[in-house]
């Protein structure tokens, strides 16, 4: 009920209730391959863990429907060996109207990178690639990773940041050396909180990488910001605190909304993902909460609109 009230404060001016409206920039889809090359390797399967699931556009469909989610971009979920693994996404964008492109993981340090990034790139479903942790710490030491990351820059391609505090100094460092570069940070920089509370560490880390222009925030993941088992609280208030630090460092025209489905089910329901912002962005007016929930994805990662669903 709360979201539909809020549902119906955003589209008031739109006079449509029906409204497809939601980008969602996060969501991890899996083919059977991938799983089975994981359980080959020792991972466990767990009907609790998507990350052990197999999950395709078919399995998302309802939930997108439901909440009024236009198309999703998906993001990487692979480990490093199973860069071919890309293709089962791109397989998927190609016969399905949900998926409006695909953030990949690749390694830069290959040399084989380029034709394989050439080869992606010509799907037309390539909008970027991710990178992990001390993965990007690697790449700023690589000469042939940097060359790369000049490459996706000049393309207009977009880098999603997977990385904790620890890495803060080198998110810097790459949106210094590489101004024209669209980078993204995902989960709200991994935002935690402790006893209900955020730290100030993080909230310096914020505040000092929305400096920098062409760095955007995604909020992402939301209820596990809260630090807990399931469930997670499912209030706006527990969450504002977070919410109110990112809108107020990165501005109307640099957060991005992204579901993380389904491992946000890890912590509770993804309904309540998609209710808390909308609650949070309702009060800013219709404009603002399509920028977050929509154009600016469309924007920054250079989503076509003809592969958005209406």
Not at 31 to 58: C, F, H, Y
Not at 172 to 178: C, G, I, K, M, S
Not at 222 to 233: C, E, R, T, Y
């Amino acid at each position: 009920m709360k979201r539909i009230l809020v549902l119906l404060t955003i589209l008031c001016t739109t006079g449509n209730a029906g409204d497809l409206y939601i980008i969602d920039t996060h969501t991890h889809f899996k083919g059977e391959e991938q799983i089975k090359r994981q359980i080959e390797r020792g991972q466990k399967k767990d009907s609790k863990n998507t990350l052990t699931q197999v999950v395709t556009a078919v399995d998302y469909r309802e939930l997108a429907d439901r909440l009024s989610i236009a198309a999703t971009l998906v993001v990487e979920a692979i480990d490093h060996p199973d860069v071919d693994l890309n293709a089962s996404i791109f397989d998927q964008a190609k016969n399905s109207d949900l998926i409006c492109g695909y953030v990949a993981r690749e390694n830069l340090s290959d040399p084989e990178f380029a034709e394989r990034y050439e080869e992606w790139k010509a799907t037309g479903y390539l909008n970027g690639f991710r990178f992990r942790r001390e993965e990007l710490t690697g790449y700023l030491g690589d000469e042939l990773a940097r060359e790369n990351i000049t490459r996706l820059a000049k393309d207009g391609m977009v880098v999603d940041l997977l990385i904790t505090l620890d890495q803060h100094p080198d998110a810097l460092t790459l949106a210094t050396d590489y101004p024209d570069l669209k980078i993204v940070i995902n989960h709200a920089y991994g935002a935690r909180m402790t006893d209900g509370q955020i730290s100030d560490e993080w909230k310096k880390a914020v505040s000092e990488t929305s400096q920098h222009p062409n760095v955007h925030m995604k909020i992402s993941s939301i209820l596990n910001f809260a630090g807990v088992a399931k469930p997670a609280p499912n209030d706006l208030d527990h969450y504002r605190e977070i919410l109110d630090h990112c809108y107020d460092s990165f501005g109307e025209d640099r957060v991005i909304f992204g579901t993380n489905w389904g491992v946000c089910t890890h912590w509770g329901s993804v309904d309540d993902v998609v209710r808390i912002v909308e609650e949070f962005l309702a009060p800013k007016g219709e404009v603002i909460t399509r920028k977050a929930m929509r154009d600016n994805a469309m924007r920054v990662y250079g989503i076509s609109p003809e592969k958005v669903r209406k």
